[in-house]
């Protein structure tokens, strides 16, 4: 079992990734950010592969425009090399990738230009893969489309045109049920009629349900889709933002919740993809959660979170820190309790000094009296409740300067990444 994180990597500086506005799509812009993006893409697998993260999804926006007229450039000849060498790279290491097109690639709409954009958008990302020189195991994601007044019509032109996609796209193309028009039985049935794998949502389940089976007997349903060929089946995870609309992810992800889950289908062989707003800390989250115990999990991430406690609660700091002393014990689900409960308390002028001049301790000797003036000056006014983007840009950039990697890491500057 991997469990992996989608597109946006948070925390790590040279992980970004960049596009423009149509009307500023020339190619040299294009050649500059599909170079930029694609290196951002080789420091996530860095990331990833330093990190354990077994699975992983590309961002549709790695080419910008990559299925659109304005992006005239052969991509997929100009940066061979380099997509060859990201994709082996990820074999290696043994990590799946996987590409996600947006709401607008809908196969079975009405609409014969919505359908020609649709396809095309499918050949660029099958392009993309297929230049990495990825198999057919790292996928492609796909909603079903719309109803627009008639499921069953609209689920007939789905197959049609599914059927008239290139070959190379259906070794790729994996079905997702919604959270609003298409449950799970209902991508079920086209995926079993059709061949193609089927990837069970647990939110869009629980928002959208069919409850014919239980939860786990539609994952079971969904692994007979899975051919060898395919890789291991496929799940997304994620759980329901309690401030927002039915549907919409979390901030980050309850781990008892996620446990609970995990219990429910822990004798499965399956790739989980978490959908979360902080990505790749919730991953981790999760992957030390369920792996061997193993003090040194939570050390690693107890240096990158310890300052951004200390910024919102150092009650929890503190008991973070008492926590961590029994060298014997593997506490990982109270540690993960504790950082979710310090990140709900808002930041407060006083506890922002304080983990300011922690971080600040390590230049203030060696910094000139010009930095130190200017510290202070800036520290004056966080301490009135001003903002902290100033203080901890100056922080950042001194950790830069003085190259301390551990620093660098720290989720204390991750806003500014």
């Known amino acids: ?34 170079q930029s993006n694609l290196e951002a893409l080789d420091n996530i697998l860095d990331y990833n592969i330093k990190n354990g993260i077994k699975l992983f999804r590309i961002s549709s926006d790695i080419i910008p425009f990559g299925s659109h007229p304005v992006n005239t450039l052969k991509w997929w000849e100009t940066f061979n090399d380099q997509l060859k060498g990201i994709g082996n790279k990820a074999l290696i290491n043994s990590i799946r990738l996987s590409m996600h097109p947006g709401q607008y690639t809908v196969l079975n709409s009405p609409d014969e230009a919505v359908v020609e954009r649709a396809v095309k958008d499918l050949k660029y990302h099958t392009q993309f893969l297929d230049t990495m020189g990825l198999g057919q195991e790292h996928k492609i994601i796909l909603h079903m489309g719309g109803i627009y007044g008639d499921k069953t019509s609209a689920l007939k032109r789905f197959i049609k045109q599914y059927r008239c996609l290139d070959e190379n796209i259906w070794q790729r193309l994996v079905i997702e049920n919604d959270d609003c028009q298409y449950d799970i039985s209902d991508v079920l049935s086209i995926g079993e009629s059709e061949g193609i794998p089927v990837v069970f949502d647990n939110l869009h389940h629980q928002v959208n349900p069919n409850n014919k089976n239980s939860e786990i007997e539609w994952i079971n349903a969904c692994r007979n889709t899975w051919k060898q060929s395919d890789g291991l089946q496929k799940l997304h995870y994620s759980q329901q933002n309690a ?11 309850d781990i008892d919740v996620f446990l609970q889950f995990y ?14 707003k902080d990505k790749n800390l919730s991953a981790i989250k999760c992957i030390n959660t369920i792996a061997s115990p193993r003090i040194q999990r939570l050390e690693k991430e107890w240096e990158r979170y310890k300052y951004l406690v200390l910024e919102h609660s150092p009650k929890a700091y503190q008991e973070l820190r008492q926590l961590l002393k029994d060298k014997s014990a593997y506490p990982v689900v109270e540690f993960y309790r504790l950082i979710d409960d310090a990140m709900m308390s808002p930041v407060k002028p006083g506890n922002a000094v304080n983990a300011a001049q922690h971080v600040w301790g390590y230049f203030k000797d060696s910094s000139d009296t010009r930095t130190r003036l200017r510290f202070e000056k800036i520290i004056d006014k966080v301490r009135m409740g001003e903002s902290t983007t100033p203080i901890k840009r100056l922080l950042l950039r001194l950790a830069k300067d003085q190259q301390q990697q551990y620093l660098m890491d720290s989720l204390y500057f991750m806003k500014l990444l």
């Open 243 to 253: 401030e927002k609309r039915l549907g919409s992810h979390s901030t980050t992800l």
């Open 1 to 34: 079992m991997s469990i992996g994180y989608a597109c946006l990597t948070v925390g790590v500086s040279g992980t970004k990734i960049r596009n423009c506005l149509i009307k500023n799509a020339t190619p040299e812009i294009l050649s500059t950010l599909i």
């Open 263 to 276: 219990k429910r289908i822990s004798k499965q062989d399956v790739d989980i993809m978490v959908e979360v």
